[in-house]
C-alpha cells in the first residue's frame, strides 16, 4: 500500500540521524528518509544492529535524534516528551503484573492518567475485545497461554487509543508454533482496529508476511522500501537479495558462465528445478551434463549436489556448479517421492525460467564484495 498522494503520512522521518558516543563511536541510524501511510502495516526488516530499535525509540521519544525530525500525522513532535506523542509502544519483554487481573492490567495506564472509571470501565472492554480476550478479564497472568499474555500486552497499549502503534519484535520470545500463529492474529486485529502499525523484526519471513510495505535496514541505513512481493521478487541491492530469502548469488566468472552476461545475478530457490543426469534429455543425441547450456528454451547449469535436506513439506538441494558458484533449490514435496530422488554427490542440472533472473544491481558499496562472496561489504568503499 502506497501512501496516498495528498493524504499525510502517520510517520515521516526526515534525514533522520542517531550517533552515540564512546569509544568508537556509533551512527546507529545514518540520515534515514521514510513515510508511513495511516492505516499501514508497516515493518522495519534487518538484521540485529541494524538501527530499528533506535528509529522506533526516536519515533517514540525515548531517545534524541542527533539530527533530523519526526512528524506524526504532519506535526512535528521531535522536541516533544513521549506522553505527549499519539503512540504507543509494545516490546517483547512485555512485563505483566503478576497480582493483578487481565483487565486491571490493562487498565493500569488509564488509572495513572486519572481517565474517569466509568470511561476507563468502557475502554478496557473495547481493547479486551479488539484482542479477542474478552472473556478472559477476571484472570490472573498466570492463567494465560503465552499467546494470551502477548495479547494483553497488546490490549494495555490498544486501550490508549493511539495513532500509532510501535511494535519491537513482540513476537521475539514466543516458540516458532506460536509465534506463526500470533502473526495471524496481528495482523487480524491491525485490520480490525485499522491503526497504523511500525513492526520491527529481524525474522524477514514474518515481514513478508505481515507487511503493507517494508523497509529493509542495514548497517543504519536502509536499503529497499517497497511491499513484500517488490523487496523479494525485485530486491535493489546484494544485500536485499540476501538478506531477504536464501540469496542464490551468481557473481562474476559463474554469471559469466551461467548467465551468459556480466553483473550479479539472483534466482530464488523456488524457481530452479533440479534435474537428476539420468533424467536430463539431450535432443540432439550427445550428452552433454558437464556443460551450461539451453534445453528447450530455458537456461540450465549443471553440477553436483552438496546436500540434500528434506524439510517436511519441502526439499532443499545445494548444487555446487560447475562453472563455480553455489545455488540452493527448493522443491515442494507434493507428491510420493520417486526411488530415484537425487543425493548427495549426484550429478544434476538445474533448470529455469530466464524470467525469474533478477538483476541486482551493484551498488558502488556492494559491488567490491558482491564479485566474490556476495552481500558482505568490505567497508566504506563509496569514494574510491
Ligand atoms: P537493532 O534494533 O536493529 O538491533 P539498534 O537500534 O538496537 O539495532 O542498535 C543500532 C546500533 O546502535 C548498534 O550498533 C548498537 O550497538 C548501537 N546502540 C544502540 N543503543 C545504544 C546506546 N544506548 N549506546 C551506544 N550504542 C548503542
Ligand atoms: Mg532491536
Known amino acids: 500500500m502506497q501512501a496516498p498522494t495528498g493524504s499525510t503520512p502517520a510517520i515521516r522521518l526526515t534525514r533522520l540521524r542517531k550517533e552515540f558516543t564512546g569509544t568508537p563511536p556509533v551512527v546507529a541510524v545514518d540520515d534515514i528518509d521514510l513515510e508511513i501511510a495511516q492505516g499501514e502495516f508497516f515493518s522495519m526488516l534487518g538484521p540485529s544492529g541494524s538501527g530499528k530499535t533506535t528509529v522506533l525509540r526516536m519515533i517514540a521519544g525515548f531517545e534524541e535524534p542527533t539530527s533530523g525530525t519526526v512528524e506524526l500525522a504532519g506535526a512535528d513532535v521531535t522536541r516533544r516528551q513521549p506522553y505527549d506523542r499519539d503512540v504507543n509502544t509494545v516490546f517483547q519483554d512485555y512485563a505483566l503484573f503478576p497480582h493483578m487481573s487481565v483487565a486491571e492490567n490493562v487498565e493500569y495506564g488509564l488509572v495513572v492518567k486519572k481517565v474517569a472509571r466509568a470511561e476507563r470501565r468502557t475502554r478496557v472492554a473495547e481493547a479486551l475485545e479488539q484482542v479477542r480476550l474478552g472473556d478472559h478479564g477476571a484472570r490472573r497472568p498466570a492463567q494465560l497461554s503465552g499467546g494470551q499474555r502477548q495479547r494483553v500486552a497488546l490490549a494495555r497499549a490498544l486501550v490508549n487509543r493511539p495513532k500509532v502503534l510501535l511494535l519491537d519484535e513482540p513476537l521475539g520470545a514466543l516458540d516458532l508454533k506460536l509465534r506463526e500463529q500470533m502473526q495471524v492474529e496481528l495482523k487480524a486485529i491491525q485490520r480490525d482496529v485499522g491503526i497504523t502499525f511500525l513492526f520491527v523484526t529481524h525474522d524477514q519471513e514474518e515481514a513478508l508476511t505481515l507487511s503493507d510495505r517494508v523497509a529493509v535496514f542495514n548497517a543504519g541505513r536502509i536499503e529497499q522500501v517497497g511491499t513484500a512481493h517488490e523487496v ?23 554469471a559469466r558462465a551461467v548467465i551468459r552476461r556480466d ?38 547449469a ?45 550429478r544434476v542440472t538445474l533448470r529455469w525460467d530466464p524470467a525469474h533472473v533478477i538483476d541486482v544491481p551493484s551498488t558502488p558499496a556492494a559491488a567490491p564484495a558482491a564479485a566474490t562472496s556476495g552481500p558482505t561489504r568490505t567497508g566504506p568503499s563509496r569514494n574510491s
Open 263 to 300: 553483473g550479479s545475478f539472483a534466482i530464488r530457490p523456488e524457481k530452479l528445478v533440479v534435474v537428476p543426469e539420468a533424467g536430463v534429455a539431450h535432443p540432439d543425441g550427445h550428452p552433454d551434463g558437464h556443460s551450461d547450456g539451453h534445453h528447450d528454451g530455458h537456461p540450465e
Open 302 to 346: 549443471a553440477g553436483t549436489l552438496e546436500e540434500v535436506v528434506y524439510g517436511g513439506p519441502v526439499t532443499r538441494y545445494v548444487v555446487a556448479l560447475d562453472a563455480g558458484g553455489r545455488l540452493t533449490a527448493l522443491e515442494q514435496n507434493s507428491g510420493a517421492r520417486a526411488p530415484s530422488a537425487p543425493r548427495r554427490g549426484d
Open 232 to 254: 523479494y521478487e525485485s530486491p535493489s541491492t546484494a544485500f536485499v537479495a540476501g538478506f531477504v530469502g536464501t540469496s542464490n548469488l551468481l557473481t562474476g566468472e559463474a
